[in-house]
């Protein structure tokens, strides 16, 4: 198993936000600045000479707008994530049902010990992509969240950031009705009262 290079015992969610700020943005340059050359070096040609530069500055438009649209895709799944940290206490929960694995990007499973709720099959995605059962998830997460709702959470070791959300939204809504005012304004507050479309 690979070490994160953060905190990943439920101490500082702020590490793993870093992490995945700084490699979604890392990630964007290493596609977005090549692609915006390609596209701008066509006005570095003469008027009667650019039609040659054309291709290369179509795939540089191409590309650019790849990357652009894979980091907001990041770093909006990590806001998300921020703002689920900032709203409810990371608690340890174990084990972890791995459900389904549905690619791409998408994993299905289900938290244990947490007495007096029904289970609820979550859906979960990282933010950066993964699409692979994170090392050691089955041993238990942080999570942070209210599960009729969704949440985030941070696998112990490897250190993958989650965002989830109940699997079939319609099958939470009696839990959800029945939350109560403070549950659900808590819920509103962290940006999960609603489901959030990132499939």
Known sequence: ???APY??????FKGALGYYYRSALTRFAKLGLPSAALFVQMFAWPMDSRGYALPFAIA???GLLIAFFLAYGRLFLTWRCARVFRTYPLEFRAPVEKVKL?????LHMRL????????VTLLAKDPLGQSRWPDGIANGVWFAGDEPFGGA?????????????PTEWA????ERDS????????????GIKRPVRYR
């Open 60 to 62: 540089g438009m191409f």
């Open 112 to 119: 244990g010990d947490k007495a007096g709720q029904p289970p």
């Open 171 to 174: 099958l939470s809504a009696k």
């Open 7 to 12: 905190a990943t015992d439920g101490t500082d």
């Open 153 to 165: 959470a941070i696998v112990p070791g490897s250190g993958e950031l989650l965002f989830m959300q």
């Open 102 to 106: 549905e690619r791409p990007l998408r």
């Open 179 to 190: 939350a109560g005012e403070d549950r659900v304004g808590r819920a509103k507050r962290a």
């Open 1 to 3: 198993m690979v070490q």
